[in-house]
């Protein structure tokens, strides 16, 4: 009898967990399940021509799947993380990630002052995945839908709806490497206070610094394109960090030319931010197709691997900045 008791136990606990996740409400953090997007990501192979590289804001604020509409013979990939620092690991990876037969190999490096500060390497969040067991890895790789079928709850949602939570936030995580980050309400804000805290006792520190442009010089010589950029945030966000990091944009733009990169310029007030820090979805889709824009019209004509042409006034000295503008509109970026 006690057997049966307990035989029945386990299977109405089936059935119910089973119905659980069926009648679920669809919750905000929709798209892939997190755990596999990060180990699939982290198991890429070298089959790109173009690499993303940085924190979250890279991370929200290009879409591979939109800049392929205007870059539609690339392959392009958002190797962005979340709190992720510039660590030697890291951009090693990134490298490995190009195809060696691509003809005009490309590497974007989103510069946020904020992942080339101690703190953030010593949290680094790439490393955490870095670090994953073949085992956990494998885990999420095969078994990542049925642990996000079985995931907990998200009380968020009704929490906000009940009125006893004021904020919801969502990630929805997608195929090709990026992350759409949402707030609701809005609040271009919201992070100030947060960066204000981020860099006491933690600012911007040379010798990582030194890590990004021994990078970027290595690759330059190697004919990668290296690209660099500030992601947009709201001009109060930006002043902070500026006030409080430690990071000198024009000195760091200067040294970033001489490695062999091209800086490419945004204009904060042109795309909103959700949260202060990321920007919002439509944003990053406008964002995404200028900024896809931009590097095609100076992508060079590759005549044969290795060896470029560059497709504009430019080439004879291939660290030069000069405007550009869309034909269709006037672009917020710029060389």
């Excluded at 620092?85 to 490096?109: C, F, K, M, W």
């Excluded at 490393?127 to 049925?146: D, F, P, R, S, W």
């Excluded at 992070?191 to 933690?202: D, G, L, P």
């Excluded at 504009?312 to 060389?335: F, I, K, M």
Aim: glycine letters at 6%; aromatic letters at 10%.
């Amino acid at each position: 009898m006690a057997t049966h008791r307990i035989a029945w136990t386990v299977v109405l606990a089936i059935v119910f967990t089973i119905l659980g996740g069926l009648i679920r409400p669809v919750d905000e953090r929709s798209g892939m399940p997190e755990e596999l997007f990060w180990s699939r990501k982290m198991r890429w192979s070298a089959d790109y021509d173009i690499v993303l590289a940085g924190d979250s804001r890279i991370l929200a604020s290009l879409r591979p799947t939109k800049m392929k509409e205007v870059l539609a013979n690339h392959r392009i990939a958002n190797f962005g993380f979340l709190g992720c620092g510039l660590s030697e690991a890291y951009l090693r990876h990134t490298r490995s990630l190009l195809d060696p037969n691509s003809l005009q190999p490309v590497i974007v490096l989103d510069i946020n002052p904020s992942a080339m500060t101690p703190l953030t390497h010593k949290r680094n969040t790439y490393t955490v995945y870095a670090e994953k067991g073949v085992v956990e890895t494998n885990q999420h790789l095969y078994l990542g839908g049925m642990f996000h079928f079985l995931r907990p709850y998200q009380w968020n949602r009704t929490l906000r709806d009940l009125g006893l939570e004021k904020t919801l936030t969502y990630a929805r995580f997608c195929p090709d490497g990026s992350v759409v980050l949402g707030r609701d309400p809005e609040n271009p804000r919201a992070s100030e206070q947060t960066y204000r805290k981020r860099f006491v006792n933690n600012q911007v520190d040379p010798k990582l610094v030194k890590i990004v442009l021994n990078a970027v010089s290595a690759w330059s010589q190697e004919g990668i394109l290296v690209y660099g950029f500030r992601p947009p945030v709201p001009e109060t966000t930006l002043a902070i960090e500026n006030q409080y990091s430690g990071f000198d944009e024009a000195a760091f733009v200067e040294k970033f030319a001489r490695a062999g990169g091209r800086w490419i310029r945004t204009e904060a007030q042109s795309y909103r931010s959700h949260d202060g820090s990321h920007l919002r979805a439509d944003a990053a889709l406008r964002f995404s197709e200028d900024f896809a824009r931009i590097m095609k019209a100076r992508l060079p004509m590759a005549a044969a691997k290795g060896t470029y042409e560059m497709a504009s006034s430019s080439a004879s000295n291939p660290t030069a900045v000069s405007g550009l503008q869309r034909s269709e509109t006037d672009s917020p970026l710029s060389w």
